[in-house]
């Protein structure tokens, strides 16, 4: 046990679960769990920090004991897969003070066995310590709702790898900034454009508006967030998105202007990161990768450029692809194929 405490926590057995059943429809795409401060809404005043290094994952637990005294439990060790994770559960005592000077501390074995995690989303988990079972989730500190935690800048890689062959590009890639929410039609939105730059411009300039505008509507129901960009003169961009706190993955679909997109068969895989806060956006000054030049007005030729979706290759069904090709048909049901499509066209309706 010493050799246990000496490392905080070492790697323990691990095993694999079955995901949640909610999951079962969305199951396609792999997420990336992260690290941050997660909760249980139904139980709050407790807590747990979660860092995630690779596939490592370390927990410290911010809970009490039977007199209400707070006290320090972790367990660390290597996922299992992409999302499980089961781990020894230890106790910590005796250590360092604030204000103190150092003195080690001491851990031992909680007596509470085994902790295990089974992330869902990248941004929830359910956590079973002694048989019970509890649904976690990342603390939303200030991002707001589903819609304002988007603001911000994004960028966005399509992977068309499974529709490309050797001799033609297999990732593209995109910038969205979400610039606000409100309320269209009775729809509550968020919208925003492509960047122009996103070397010297923060926000979205009446030519990005103009061309490339940009909306979104999040189902509470579903969990899911669909948008829509307006590529250039003759195509859209439709998104049917998982989000977590700053990345998300869903699939893309190209498709032409007063067509609609082909959803029963699979869109391109593809994932977004933030890379600039909403404030920064908001008021050029925040957390961004923007440098010095950022807001400077620089001459653009008037000529709309064409736009993404033109240069992406043909999605095929199932039965039409060719041997590299191994991606399933649609993993949209038709209930949730005509939902969908019931939302691009309210988005489509904005940006027109």
């Known amino acids: 046990m010493d050799s246990l405490i000496k490392i905080y926590v070492q790697p323990m057995k691990t095993t694999t679960s079955i995901l949640f059943f909610l999951l079962l429809a969305f199951q396609a795409f792999a997420f990336t769990p992260e690290s941050g401060q997660y909760w249980d809404p139904e139980e709050p005043g407790t807590g747990y920090a979660i860092e995630i290094q690779d596939n490592y994952l370390y927990m410290t637990f911010y809970v009490f004991d039977e007199q209400g005294f707070p006290v320090w439990y972790a367990s660390g060790g290597f996922l299992d897969g992409n999302s499980s994770y089961e781990g020894l559960l230890a106790y910590f005592e005796n250590g360092q003070c604030l204000g103190c000077y150092w003195q080690e501390s001491s851990g031992e074995d909680s ?35 589903e819609l304002q935690k988007m603001r911000g800048e994004w960028q966005v ?53 103009q061309n490339n505008d940009l909306a979104a509507i999040y189902d509470d129901e579903y969990d899911e967030l669909v948008a829509v960009m307006r590529d250039d003169a003759d195509y859209y961009l439709a998104y049917y998105l998982k989000t977590g706190t700053d990345q998300f993955d869903g699939l893309a679909y190209s498709y032409r202007v007063g067509s609609v997109p082909d959803l029963s068969i699979d869109g391109f895989t593809v994932r977004g990161f933030r890379t600039a806060s909403k404030t920064f956006v908001d008021n050029g ?12 007005d620089k001459t653009l030729d008037g000529q709309n450029l064409a736009g993404l979706a033109r240069y992406l290759p043909a999605r095929l069904g199932g039965h039409e692809k060719s041997a590299q090709t191994t991606h399933a048909d649609s993993v949209l049901d038709s209930q949730a194929q005509d939902r969908i499509l019931n939302t691009i066209k309210k988005l489509e309706q904005q940006l027109q």
Do not use: W
Request: glycine share 8%.
């Open 157 to 209: 890689v399509i992977d068309a790898s499974q529709y490309t062959d050797t001799n033609t590009y297999p990732y593209f890639s995109d910038v969205m900034l979400f610039e606000q929410v409100e309320v269209y039609a009775g729809d509550e939105m968020v919208t925003g454009c492509r960047s122009e730059s996103t070397v010297y411009y923060h926000y979205c300039t009446t030519r990005a508006l």
């Open 285 to 296: 000054v925040g957390p961004s990768t923007a440098n010095d030049m950022s807001g400077y």
């Open 111 to 145: 007596g509470y066995g085994y902790v295990e995690i089974e992330f869902l989303t990248e941004t929830t988990a359910e956590l079973t310590i002694l048989g019970v079972t509890k649904t976690i989730e990342r603390f939303n500190f200030f991002l707001g709702d």
